[in-house]
C-alpha cells in the first residue's frame, strides 16, 4: 500500500481539526465547570497562569495547523477535480477561520490580554467578583462560539474525506 501526499495531508487534517475541536470541547465540559466552583481570586489567577501557559508549541500546532491544513486539503481537492470534498473542505476552513481562530484572536485573546495586567492583589473583594463577571461572562460565551464551530469544522472535514473517490 503506498501512502501518498495527499492522504498524509486529508489525515494530518482530521486529525489537528479533531485535536483543536476536542481541545474546546474538553474545555467546556472540565474547565469551565471546575472554575465555577472557586472564589474570584482563584479563579482570576488561575486564568492568568493558563492564559500564559497555553501559549505553547503543542497547542499552537493543532490551533495554526488546523487552520493551514484545512487551506491545503481544500487546495488539493480543487486541484484533483473532487467537488463536493472541496466544497466540504473549504466550508471547514472558513468555519474555523471565523469560528474557532477568528473567535479567539478578536475575542478571547483580547480579554485574556486584559486579564495579565490586572494587579489582582491590589483589589478589593468587590472588584474581584466584579472583575471575574466581566471577564468569565463574556470569555465563556466567547469559548462556546468558537466550541460549536470547531466542532463542525470537524464535522465538516471528516464528511470531505467519505467524499473522496
Request: no cysteine; hydrophobic share 55%; net charge positive.
Amino acid at each position: 500500500m503506498e501512502i501518498s501526499f495527499k492522504s498524509i495531508t486529508l489525515f494530518s487534517t482530521v486529525l489537528l481539526t479533531g485535536l483543536s475541536a476536542g481541545f474546546f470541547y474538553a474545555w467546556a465540559v472540565s474547565v469551565i465547570p471546575g472554575t465555577r466552583q472557586v472564589s474570584g481570586q482563584v479563579y482570576l489567577e488561575t486564568m492568568q497562569s493558563i492564559n500564559r501557559a497555553i501559549l505553547n508549541p503543542a497547542f499552537y500546532l493543532i490551533f495554526f495547523g488546523s487552520l493551514l491544513m484545512l487551506a491545503v486539503s481544500a487546495i488539493l481537492q480543487y486541484r484533483s477535480g473532487a467537488g463536493a470534498a472541496f466544497w466540504l473542505f473549504f466550508a471547514a476552513g472558513l468555519t474555523y477561520l471565523i469560528g474557532a481562530f477568528g473567535i479567539t484572536a478578536f475575542g478571547n485573546v483580547p480579554l485574556n490580554d486584559a486579564l495579565e495586567v490586572i494587579p489582582l492583589d491590589g483589589l478589593s473583594p468587590d472588584q474581584l467578583a466584579k472583575t471575574r463577571r466581566q471577564y468569565e461572562t463574556r470569555w465563556n460565551r466567547l469559548h462556546m462560539i468558537r466550541t460549536v464551530f470547531a466542532v463542525v469544522s470537524f464535522l465538516l472535514s471528516l464528511t470531505a474525506v467519505f467524499r473522496i473517490n
